[in-house]
């Protein structure tokens, strides 16, 4: 059975609620949840008929949901008449498809339990009910320590026609628990990761037979943290199409929210039509949290973990967990070997990995860009990252003189040691950031993450103003052999660096036709077929809300 598609919705108002029920159904949902933690008043007739005249109109079939506070929801109505108010939904001549009743309620008492048998359809059943039973668990703050007993202890009773259990992922491999569950399962039940780290269990829920996911009709209708709307499930993360055959992809860095690299390669896995899906993946800043990650996407038999965009701050992280690991067989590309730096890796045919830095070659033709011959061409790089490396890198092999600025001058000094290592004739110094108002040079790239829209330091121009002003002459456009700084932020496309660049007359270009170049080289190494550069260049154009990065 097709994983179902649940838009819940906050049934504050009947007449709203109707409304969004509409709403989900025109969006491609399959069944709605009307969550009435604050509709129903026992107290208040008038409640109740409201709730059973929003299942009745129903354009779809219905859960109903009454949340206890004690469960993360908003009632503080007792179990007593949340059960009898599911009795009398349930014996309506329009009851809902389901009732959701917390494990702890339902399991509280041999009296309670009873009361809820006769609200459902089961085998003992008596009466005419056609309202199944979903028994649910929930943890808001974090994973149960006693995870694998609780969901034991809810299949213990035959009455639930669909078991659910959620709780706040603390990583990306708590998402792998909800899948080891779903693999056990004896009848549909739903297992979801909820906040950042929970993404991949409610996209890859086909993948697994989870018997439903729930998405938001927007953003702020959310019930529950990491909650996805129906548009971005159907349309970007192409969720009907996921299968148990379905390869997985990812950006893994932190932060990764923010990141356009879901919008372009999905679009690039549906054009070349490949059964995959691309998902941001984060993943903590230390090395310790990348390798405990990695490996376990890597190893994870039921997964089809098959390749990776990796960002700040893992790409140094890449290299020396594969010089270092011996579990898997791995295969560094010189020029990423020698950079010490990886941004993408691919699992091969025979199980093997791959890592390659595509960002060094999209570097260099971004920097052609701005002069067409890179030899004897004097080059500041600002930061000491993985970034930096790869400039440092391609733009040596390519005859240029380079300066590298960084905060801490040992970062920077380490990167001048492994170019010469590596290429002894190269021209390369490093200097503290201080320095980086007596540069003279002919191309300067920002290779930190200043000016992120989802940085640190969003507002915050990467080079100094009174610096720029001091290069201005030299990069001014139609000076002698060409210039410019290269932003290789791309998020937002008019950086703090990019905006007082222009100010001056200095060519600037910012860092999404370079993203392109990268993204398109990782879409080849992915999929073997060229690349829809084209495509790409217009999703990520239009997903940044500027013009195509180029034509």
């Not at 993948?207 to 439903?212: A, E, P, R, V």
């Amino acid at each position: 059975m097709p994983t179902l598609l649940c838009v819940p919705i906050l049934a504050d108002d009947p007449a709203a609620a109707l409304a969004d029920a509409i709403r989900a159904k025109d969006a491609g949902a399959d069944l709605v949840e009307f969550r009435v933690d604050t509709l129903f008043d026992p107290d208040d007739e008038s409640s109740t008929a409201h709730i059973e005249s929003l299942v009745a109109d129903s354009p779809l079939p219905c859960i109903v949901t009454c949340r206890p506070n004690w469960e993360g929801g908003h009632s503080d109505v007792d179990d007593a008449d949340r059960i009898a108010l599911f009795e009398k939904l349930a014996t309506s001549s329009a009851p809902p498809r389901y009732i959701d009743v917390e494990h702890k309620a339902f399991s509280r008492s041999a009296n309670l339990r009873q009361k809820v048998r006769l609200a459902v359809e089961h085998s003992a059943q008596l009466r005419d009910i056609s309202t199944s039973l979903i028994t649910s668990a929930h943890d808001f703050d974090t994973r149960p320590l006693n995870l694998m007993s609780l969901f034991a202890d809810m299949r213990e009773d035959e009455t639930p026609r669909v078991l659910k259990i959620a709780w706040r992922a603390r990583s990306l491999r708590d998402n792998l628990e909800a899948f080891e569950l779903l693999l056990e399962k004896d009848r549909p039940t739903i297992a979801l990761a909820m906040g950042e780290f929970g993404l991949m269990s409610r996209v890859l829920a086909p993948k697994f037979g989870t018997f439903l996911t729930f998405a938001s009709l927007r953003d702020e209708s959310a019930t529950a943290p990491g909650q996805p709307t129906i548009r971005e499930l159907i349309d970007l993360y192409r969720f009907r199409s996921i299968n148990k055959k379905t390869r997985v992809y990812g950006v893994v860095g932190m932060p990764v929210a923010h990141s356009i690299s879901p919008q372009v390669h999905n679009a690039a896995f549906e054009a070349l039509e490949q059964n995959a899906v691309y998902l941001p993946l984060p993943v903590a800043e230390s090395y310790e949290s990348y390798k405990a990650t990695l490996l376990t996407l890597l190893h994870d038999e039921h997964l089809d973990f098959a390749g990776a965009s990796i960002t700040i701050p893992h790409k140094e992280h890449a290299i020396r967990l594969a010089r270092e690991d011996d579990s898997l067989a791995w295969h560094i590309d010189p020029l990423a070997d020698s950079i010490g730096a990886a941004n993408t890796l691919t699992r091969n045919p025979d199980n093997s990995i791959t890592l390659t830095n595509t960002d060094a070659p999209a570097l260099v033709e971004e920097c052609r860009e701005l002069r067409a011959d890179l030899m004897d061409a004097r080059v500041a790089v600002v930061g000491a990252g993985g970034g930096a490396r790869a400039a440092a890198f391609a733009l040596a092999n390519e005859g240029a003189s380079i300066d590298i600025y960084n905060r801490t001058l040992s970062r920077a000094e380490q990167i001048a040691e492994d170019v010469r290592t590596a290429l002894p004739a190269a021209a390369i110094t490093a200097y503290p950031i201080e320095s980086l108002e007596q540069a003279e040079c002919d191309i300067a790239i920002n290779c930190t993450p200043m000016g992120m829209a989802s940085g640190p330091a969003p507002e915050q121009c990467a080079v100094p103003e009174h610096v720029l002003d001091q290069w201005a002459i030299r990069m001014s456009k139609g000076s002698v052999g060409g210039g410019g700084v290269l932003d290789t932020v791309y998020n937002p496309l008019e950086t703090p660096l990019v905006s007082a660049c222009k100010q001056r007359s200095i060519p600037a270009i910012n860092g999404l036709s370079m993203f392109i170049r990268q993204a398109a080289l990782q879409c080849a190494s992915w999929t073997g077929n060229n690349p829809p550069v084209s495509l790409m260049n217009r999703v990520a154009s239009e997903t940044m809300g500027g013009p195509q990065a180029y034509n």
